[in-house]
């Protein structure tokens, strides 16, 4: 574990999540949802757990954040909140 | 003040941002309006609890958990006889060379079904927008509502 990466990682993720969950616009918060997941799988490759942070690559910041943005697509883009 | 953030927060920085995120997650699926934003809260509540058990296995000065020359060449032998072969008496790898892998294994599995626990909930958003019109949760209790007094 490398501590000063871990803690400017770490505080970029807390403010990624804090985004993902004040955009108002589903596509946005859907896009920093994607930033967050990536920046969980740097966080899973910088405590050594490789095997975790490219399964996270790949459905974190890929599968999820499309998924996602095809149920945008077929549904509503603005949120009350 | 700075000495007290020195010897509590920083030393489980991992563990302070893990009740943080857990948190953000709670109030995002409780309070929340919109169903992909519980949806969002949701995941990163999961996240949270990978990263709870993910950093419970780093050590200090430890590397990744793969088994190559620097550990030495009985950790080598000792792995390519498939790790336990007969006639070996002692475990040749030093554990405090690499992070503890149980930990990582088991959130493999938590990641891999959170994804699969995603796509149904997304999918069940559309199945409840094409019926209701909206995605908001209010909207969509009044409709039921109306729908219960009619009959």
Known sequence: ?81 | MMEWIKTTIVPHFNFWIYVVIMMLGLWAAIGKNNLIKKLIGLSIFQTAILLLYVSMGVKEGASIPIVDETMGEAAVDFMAQGGGAAGATAFPINPDLFANPLPHVLMLTAIVVGVATLGVALALCQVIFRDFGTLEEPEILNQIQTIQDDV
């Open chain 1, 1 to 81: 574990m490398i501590l000063p990466l871990d803690i400017i990682l770490l505080i970029f993720l807390v403010i990624a999540a804090v985004v993902a969950l004040k955009l108002r616009d589903l596509l946005g918060a859907a896009m920093v949802f994607s930033t967050y997941g990536f920046l969980i799988c740097l966080i899973w490759a910088e405590m050594g757990a490789v095997d975790v942070a490219f399964t996270e690559a790949t459905v974190g910041a890929g599968i999820s954040g499309a998924l996602m943005i095809a149920t945008i697509f077929k549904t509503a883009r603005k949120s009350s909140d």
